[in-house]
């Protein structure tokens, strides 16, 4: 690791990945453009994504080195178990319900999880079931916030 050194201050300035934008910042960071009137000035830097990289960024691929065939652990997909969040209500987070009650979703929901961080997902609202943003901490945290009878179709 190399240190910013007064005694060889260019010399060990952090090298930037890119080149200036032209967009003037006004954060502070070093002279690296000139402004309109030709001063020096300070840009935001910016660095085009390579072709390679982009294809990654847009891919489904998790980089993990472990073969999709040696995983003999399956979840269920869309079981239909009658159940309905405010059957979880009160149950602890490791009781066995909660995993019946997931095993519910399909791999839609899961998808929609993944692909969206569970932000911006809207819910399922057939049959009595919870939001696809529902994660079993979610649920927990928020049942025990829910009074039955609320309005809530949950």
């Known amino acids: 690791m190399a240190y910013l050194s007064r005694s060889d201050w260019t010399g060990t300035f952090p090298k930037h990945y ?10 502070g960071n070093e002279i690296n453009c000139k402004d309109s009137d030709g001063n020096n000035a300070s840009c935001t830097w910016k ?20 073969d999709k065939d040696s995983i003999m652990d399956t979840p269920t997909f869309g079981k239909k178990n009658g159940l309905k969040v405010s059957d979880m209500r009160g149950l602890a987070y490791d009781d066995a319900q909660w995993d019946k009650i997931l095993d519910e979703l399909t791999e839609d929901d899961y998808n929609q999880l993944i692909y969206f961080s569970g932000f911006g997902i809207h819910g399922r609202r057939e049959e009595g079931h919870f939001g696809r943003r529902g994660t079993r901490t ?17």
């Open 47 to 66: 660095k085009t994504a390579s072709t390679k990289l982009i294809k990654q960024l847009e891919g489904n691929d998790s980089g993990t080195t472990v």
């Open 138 to 154: 979610y649920l927990h945290e928020n049942l025990q916030e829910t009074q039955e009878g609320a309005g809530s179709d949950y």
């Open 18 to 27: 890119g080149e200036s934008s032209g967009e003037i910042n006004t954060w």
